[in-house]
């Protein structure tokens, strides 16, 4: 059956949701986000190469884990309000800045960040890309905050996508538009799910 929510209803229940976890155990909360980094790192350990990752907002779960032979690079949205741009730093300390939409970002007054050209997203040069979301369905289903800014960016490509949310977010099914951009696998803090199972670094935490 479908969802008996909109994308709107779902968008406020989710946000409730995170809002709430905010009060939480800060004990529980960072165990947590160590099962949700060690299901990264094991995912991400036989696809070592260029991630796109983004710096997580309070609630979301943590995706700057150091896994060997990976990188990762950062997203900036531009003035526009409109594009968005993929960053690298090979420092140890990158700086990022906090943006006028509250997201940590990073800091072009740093000349250690490079761009990441778009034509990498068909070259090869991406290996693939950790997708926040406000809540993922078991159908790899993405529920974004609104923006379309993932949609926009991610659309077209041949990179692997894997979402990445806490289990509570992790539904049956939601309600998608012909733009939504669908995922390739999703991570929590309690299960790791694959479209399909070619893909190996997951070994006793994948389901289907």
């Known amino acids: 059956a479908l969802p008996i929510f909109s994308k709107f209803e779902w968008r406020m229940k989710m946000k409730r949701l ?95 960040w490079k761009a990441v050209p778009r034509a990498a997203l068909m070259d090869g040069s991406i290996r693939g890309a950790l997708v926040p979301a406000l809540a993922y369905s078991r159908k790899f289903q993405r529920l974004g905050r609104g923006a379309g800014f993932y949609d926009r960016y991610l659309k077209k490509n041949r990179i692997l996508k894997i979402g990445v949310v806490f289990a509570e977010q992790l539904v049956d099914e939601l309600p998608t538009e012909p733009h939504d951009i669908a995922v390739d696998a999703v991570i929590t803090d309690q299960e790791v799910l694959w479209k399909s199972r070619p893909f190996k670094g997951a070994e006793g935490i994948e389901s289907e």
Do not use: C
């Open 18 to 112: 995170l809002t709430e976890r905010l009060g939480g155990n800060p004990a529980e909360i960072t165990a947590r986000d160590e099962r949700v980094a060690d299901g990264i790192r094991s995912a991400l350990a036989d696809k070592p190469g260029l991630w796109l990752a983004y710096v997580a907002t309070k609630g979301e779960p943590n995706v700057k884990v150091a896994v060997p032979g990976v990188t990762m690079a950062f997203p900036r949205v531009h003035s526009d309000n409109v594009t968005m741009e993929f960053y690298v730093n090979d420092t140890d300390e990158p700086r990022f800045v906090k943006s006028h939409r509250l997201l940590h970002e990073p800091d072009q007054t740093d000349p250690n």
